[in-house]
């Protein structure tokens, strides 16, 4: 690939995709520690195992699970978090508020292990009434129950995850108990004359055991009582512009505190914080950021922090920061210093040798926040459990609001500048607040990072799935002599068409949640849409006038539902679809019961021709990963990467239960002979579409897999890439990993590995071989939200080198780490951000883009105050 390629490429920016806003942030909690360990240091000064999965909650009521994509114990990712589930809410609904809370925190025996999701309960509320449980295997609503009080203006989980608090329209909080994982009314506050806008709960108070207090020792009871954490007092902002101070035992009001009013107008208190020992933190629609005394209830300190409305905050993880934002999209740090006579402060802080300042104010967001979290999270506890995290390491601040996207920030404080600190983004060395660069995290287009957008190429159309519609357009085929062409090493240029581009059809479906997934054929004849609940195929025609007709196949779902087993089932939607080259087959994964169907289009109505439920099964799986076995037609040797985990294979329960999976990966090969099929337990499975058969399983990967896509030359080759920018190239025909893409993948340029936005899809030019091209290397272009790269793909090593040389001729086809000039390896920065890169035809790429502009222009004007002089 010494040459520079040439494409024509086609600028698609009519595309009119738009993200939806972030309205909610959480992160797991940490579970309390142990009462018992008071005075001791053994669970802190430790850096939690590993990264906790961040739930983004938007506007049109969807939730993105996002997992950490370093490993365990790597504290460091250029990736940071990437989309791995998206949960979709029902249509029309929003997502408020949401929370996380611990299924069974008693079965954590360390203090600082983080939970996963199998072990935690995700809770959210959308302004209506009814309080949302989720499924997150099943990425469904798993109970929803009335608050009994109007609408839900906010929610907080007590720190032992026992309880739920919610604040309602009628101005009262409810108490929901979550013990032994139910969802029951527990009690009632008393009720205000003003709505709950926000509410925070109060240091736990640590209880011992009756037998221990008394000094008994051989009391038989001793043994089955536990030291536990009970919950005293919490603290809830209204729209009177009060903050109170609540009893958890009997529901009363304890004290109340008044916010400043500006000519007798109400303030709203949009959010409050509580600290471990005791400091009541409130933000409200004045812009006034306020510490407050527990105790007496009184006003410690007072912050013009913001020029409008809060209406958000978060503690650090040591509880010595506060970040506040809102409506100014200007992010404030406070933070508590010493001070150093306190003999000469005011009488109100004589008592005290610290006091809140406020250290800085960041402004990286173009619109409204609504939403603030960090990472590690903060526990209200009481000093003498406070926990302590190395210095070493920065935490995360993560904000979202209006702008759509995710904002993660080195968050350390300077006093940690003594020591060196990590940096988890690779941002850059600076890992304070005030200095560090943040990230924005891409948005993606379709849900669980896959793209909403997708290309029929023969037909040269462009669909694209929205929250309940979806879009067709069509690319006109220019005139010879009018292609643009796009040398990769030469700046691009283009040209405006008048008539490139036409929209064809536009249509709002029925649904009862967020469309999930949906396709379009090579040919341009079907098209396939889905919500949780219900799959909707259609016929495309094409008139004389170029004008497109669409017929709705109208037994599609009873066609499916014969073929679903169990009563229970009602679901046909589907999660992932994907058409052969040939367009005579769909393939889908069902959404709630993890199928995989081979549906035939040829007749005079769809047939399903076979039903694979490999992915359902639990006995290929010890830890959630795939195991040697023994052996079965069609099975892959295993090989090392699961060697440790034959034994333990025989071991395995026979659970006649099955996996509750969601297969969000499909791929099928040009020749349209193999089919590839990937869950989100990193199981990845490989069918033979012309015997419908199962071919072969691989060995599960630590990551599951971001992007499937087999080469058109080479058919038999199957490219799989992860969120961490890694490779892994298989051949299905072998069913093996060949040497030349095991070296190839080894590597891979640093500039590829390291990107900072992962891989979102790759695609190969589906030119015929030509006899002229038998030494010409085959090359992908791979591509993130951020960029494009051309990667070489050859496999031209001759079979007799050694070792040594073969490594050696391998590395002159993929670049040395770094190696950005060498003439395999070229990455593009010229189109952000991307939604969908495919080819239409030999030498002819579509690029869809979205730029950020022109989705700020459709959102209201962003606060804006001008003053007079100001640079």
């Avoid at 003003?194 to 736990?204: E, F, M, N, Y």
């Avoid at 009873?558 to 009602?570: D, E, Y």
């Amino acid at each position: 690939m010494g040459e520079s390629t040439t494409l024509a490429v086609h600028r698609c920016r009519f595309v009119d995709y738009t993200p939806s806003a972030i309205t909610a942030l959480a992160f797991p909690p940490l579970p309390l520690p142990s009462i018992s360990a008071k005075g001791k240091k053994s669970t802190s000064g430790k850096q939690p195992s590993r990264f906790g999965t961040l739930a983004v909650g938007h506007a049109n009521g969807n939730i993105d699970l996002c997992e950490w994509v370093g490993g365990e114990r790597d504290h460091q990712s250029s990736q940071a978090w990437v989309i791995r589930k998206t949960l979709p809410g029902p249509y029309p609904s929003k997502v408020d508020s949401i929370t996380f809370v611990i299924r069974h925190p008693d079965d954590f025996d360390d203090a600082d292990d983080v939970p996963t999701c199998s072990d935690l309960r995700l809770f959210s509320s959308g302004g209506g009434s009814e309080l949302l449980e989720w499924d997150m295997q099943r990425a469904c609503v798993r109970r929803t129950i009335s608050s009994q009080g109007g609408s839900i203006w906010c929610m907080a989980a007590n720190p032992a995850s026992s309880l739920l608090a919610l604040g309602c329209e009628d101005g009262t909080v409810r108490l929901l108990s979550l013990a032994n994982d139910t969802l029951t009314h527990y009690r009632r506050f008393d009720r205000v004359k003003c709505r709950v806008l926000s509410v925070a709960w109060g240091p736990p108070v640590p209880q011992y055991p009756q037998t221990r207090a008394s000094g008994t020792a051989d009391d038989s009871d001793s043994d089955e009582e536990e030291d536990t954490w009970n919950d005293s007092w919490l603290v809830t902002g209204g729209s009177d512009s009060s903050i109170r101070k609540w009893d958890v035992s009997t529901g009363r009001v304890i004290d109340r505190m008044g916010t400043d009013k500006v000519r007798g107008e109400r303030t709203l208190v949009w959010t409050v914080g509580v600290l471990g020992d005791g400091t009541i933190v409130s933000g409200d629609s004045l812009g006034m950021v306020k510490f407050w005394d527990s105790r007496t209830c009184t006003q410690l300190q007072s912050f013009q922090g913001h020029g409008a409305d809060v209406l958000c905050l978060a503690v650090g993880p040591e509880g010595n920061t506060v970040f506040t934002s809102g409506v100014d999209q200007k992010i404030s740090l406070f933070s508590l210093v010493k001070i150093g006579n306190p003999e000469q402060t005011s009488n109100l802080l004589a008592s005290s040798s610290s006091r809140w300042v406020q250290s800085c104010s960041r402004r990286m967001h173009s619109h409204d926040v609504r939403a603030l979290a960090t990472w590690p999270p903060y526990t209200t506890l009481p000093p003498s459990h406070k926990r302590y995290f190395p210095m070493d390491i920065a935490p995360i601040l993560a904000s979202g609001g209006l702008d759509m996207s995710v904002v993660v920030t080195p968050a350390a404080l300077p006093s940690t500048t003594v020591v060196k600190v990590l940096n988890p983004l690779l941002t850059s060395a600076h890992c304070t607040f005030e200095d560090s660069y943040h990230r924005r995290l891409a948005y993606s287009s379709g849900p669980s990072g896959t793209s909403a957008v997708h290309v029929a190429r023969n037909a040269r159309l462009v669909s694209c799935m929205r929250d309940s519609g979806v879009s067709v357009w069509r690319i006109k085929a220019r005139p010879s002599g009018e292609e643009e062409g796009l040398a990769e090493a030469e700046a691009p240029r283009f040209d405006a068409h008048p008539a490139g581009w036409e929209k064809v059809l536009e249509m709002d479906l029925n649904v009862n949640t967020n469309l999930i997934a949906s396709g379009i054929s090579d040919d341009g004849r079907w098209l396939v849409a889905s919500d949780l609940y219900e799959t909707k195929l259609f016929s495309l025609t094409t008139d004389a006038k170029d004008r497109v007709n669409i017929h709705r196949i109208r037994d599609f779902s009873s066609i499916l539902q014969a073929h679903i087993p169990g009563s229970t089932t009602s679901s046909t939607g589907g999660q992932a679809f994907q058409f052969t080259p040939d367009s005579s087959k769909l393939v889908m994964s069902t959404a709630t019961s993890s199928y995989i169907l081979v549906i035939d289009l040829t007749g005079e109505k769809p047939r399903v021709l076979r039903r694979f439920d490999q992915h359902r099964q639990k006995n290929l799986t010890v830890r959630d990963r795939v195991v040697k076995r023994r052996r079965m037609d069609g099975d892959v040797e295993m090989g090392d990467a699961a060697a440790e985990d034959s034994e333990e294979s025989e071991e395995e329960e026979d659970d006649s239960t099955p996996a509750l999976v969601s297969i969000l990966r499909i791929s099928v090969s040009p020749d349209g002979q193999w089919l590839a099929t990937s869950d989100d337990r990193a199981r990845t499975h490989i069918f033979n579409l012309d015997s419908i058969q199962h071919h072969s399983v691989l060995p599960s990967f630590s990551k599951p897999v971001q992007v499937f896509a087999f080469d058109h030359k080479r058919p038999d080759i199957l490219t799989m890439t992860f969120p961490d920018n890694s490779l892994q190239i298989y051949n299905v025909e072998s069913r093996q990993f060949p040497a030349w893409g095991k070296e190839l993948c080894n590597n891979l340029p640093k500039r590829f590995t390291h990107a900072h936005d992962p891989v979102l899809g790759v695609t190969f030019n589906p030119a015929e071989p030509s006899p002229a091209a038998g030494a010409t290397p085959r090359y992908a272009l791979f591509w993130g939200s951020t960029w494009i790269c051309k990667l070489s793909m050859s496999d031209a090593t001759p079979g007799g080198l050694t070792k040594k040389r073969r490594r050696e001729s391998v590395k002159l086809s993929a670049p040395p780490p770094g190696d950005d000039a060498a003439p395999d390896f070229k990455m593009m920065t010229h189109y952000r951000p991307i939604l969908y890169v495919d080819f239409l035809a030999d030498g002819e790429l579509v690029v869809v883009e979205r730029p950020l502009v022109d989705v700020l222009s459709e959102l209201p004007p962003a606060y804006f105050k001008h003053r007079y002089g100001a640079s």
